[in-house]
């Protein structure tokens, strides 16, 4: 018998529905002993919601207020994806309504707003709360994760990753609440896709120091829906140029968000360079990962190789088929019920999605780093890290 997790989810928008998807094909899964149900959602807009009374069967109740979800005693644990000046509040009240919760980076709209959820899950420890963030769970981002673990890499040279899309380089899309300082924040393209970016470093202990940040917009308007235009306030485009210090290593580590990145598609990236190892994966090739060790005097050859449809855990999938973006959505709701089941100790695998420490160190670089653009100097990130 699976341990059924009654799940309320706040927000019936795209990654609301990516979530009903997982959930509706939980028997893609081998070997799990739990299982999540969406037994009530709620949307400001009620056709939204209409979506999972039509799709998802589980579906019982239909809220406009989020209050009344979390007054609802059959919901046990939520998933809230709402746009991001609304994560503080929202979340600050799930948390305190002791409904366990995944929520959606950035884990609020700036870094008070993050401080002040971080307040709340510190009051509450007994209320699990993690933060989505998906490619960490793709093979071959799990296969770097081990090469680390293993200590393979020898003295780190430089560390590069990254996410790109290209979708806002067309200046006729219309306008949304991510080209928008009030629903957005300031971070732009920082806090829209930096988490996933900093998901593995940080994971790694490769907490930035300081940072140079290059930060650019590029299309100034849109189309406004209504026909004129708006004005685009967000960035575009992030580069953040960082220094890392560990106990024992000090290096470059290159992050980069990217809205206008002309031919990528939900492209995430992670590239480690070492003395002793350097390997390399990309979602632009879901199936590879590269890697080349490297001993003295010895030849510097890249290895390519076909990283098998082999997920933290187990699926139907034989390993000789690809993974993608919705297996991977799979996978994080796996290691997220998994830990609100067995615990953080006891889990299947160790792989836990991203902790609220994780998204605190992540403001933490954003607001250096828009510090660093209005200055156009190094400005140092508080991030716990050696000075
Ligand atoms: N993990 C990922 O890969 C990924 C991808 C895209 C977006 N996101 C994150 O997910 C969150 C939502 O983004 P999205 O793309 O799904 O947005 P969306 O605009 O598609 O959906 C947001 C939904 O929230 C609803 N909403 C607004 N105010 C509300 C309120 N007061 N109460 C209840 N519902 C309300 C909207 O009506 C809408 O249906 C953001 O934090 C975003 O950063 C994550």
């Not at 928008?13 to 969406?38: K, N, Y």
């Not at 699990?128 to 890499?153: D, L, M, Y």
């Not at 629903?183 to 120091?209: I, Q, S």
């Not at 189309?223 to 560990?246: F, H, M, Q, S, Y």
């Amino acid at each position: 018998m699976k341990k059924v997790i009654r799940f309320g989810l706040i927000g019936c928008g795209l990654m609301g529905r990516e979530f009903a998807s997982a959930a509706a094909r939980w028997c893609h899964l081998t070997d799990v002993d739990f299982e999540p149900q969406i037994v009530a959602v709620c949307d400001a807009n009620e056709s939204a919601a209409q979506w999972f009374q039509d799709n998802v069967p589980s579906v019982t109740q239909a809220y406009m207020d989020y209050r009344d979800l979390l007054s609802d005693p059959d919901v046990e644990a939520i998933y809230c994806a709402v746009p991001h000046n609304l994560h503080e509040q929202i979340y600050i009240d799930i948390i305190n309504a002791g409904k366990h919760l995944l929520g959606e980076k950035p884990f609020g709209i700036d870094r008070k707003a993050n401080e002040a959820i971080a307040e709340a899950v510190r009051r509450n420890p007994h209320v699990i709360v993690r933060s989505s963030s998906e490619f960490p769970f793709f093979p071959g981002a799990q296969q770097i994760v081990k090469w680390v673990n293993e200590g393979r890499f020898g003295r780190i040279i430089e560390v590069e990753a990254g996410f790109w899309h290209s979708s806002d380089l067309d200046p006729t899309k219309p306008i949304n609440w991510k080209r928008r300082i009030d629903t957005n924040g300031e971070y732009g393209c920082m806090g829209d896709l930096g988490l996933h970016v900093l998901h593995l470093p940080l994971r790694f202990g490769w907490k930035p120091a300081n940072v140079r940040a290059l930060l650019s917009k590029i299309v100034e308007e849109r189309p406004d829906g209504r026909g004129g235009t708006a004005p685009c306030e967000t960035w575009d485009n992030a580069i953040l140029a960082c220094e890392v210090k560990t106990e024992d290593q000090q290096f470059p580590m290159v992050l980069s968000t990217k809205r206008i990145a002309p031919g990528h598609a939900n492209t995430w990236f992670i590239r480690i360079q070492g003395t002793a190892f350097s390997a390399e994966f990309t979602t632009k090739n879901p199936k590879q990962v590269s890697s080349l060790p490297y001993v003295a005097g010895g030849q510097q050859a890249w290895h390519i190789v076909d990283a098998p449809y082999k997920s933290a855990y187990g699926t139907i999938t034989g390993a000789i088929f690809e993974f993608g973006f919705s297996d991977s959505i799979l996978q994080m709701w796996a290691a997220f019920c998994d830990e609100l089941v067995h615990g953080t100790q006891e889990m299947t695998q160790p792989f836990t999605c991203a902790t609220p420490e994780e998204a605190l160190d992540s403001h933490r670089l954003f607001t250096a780093a828009l510090e660093s653009h209005r200055t156009g100097t190094t400005a140092i990130v508080d991030c716990g890290a050696l000075a």
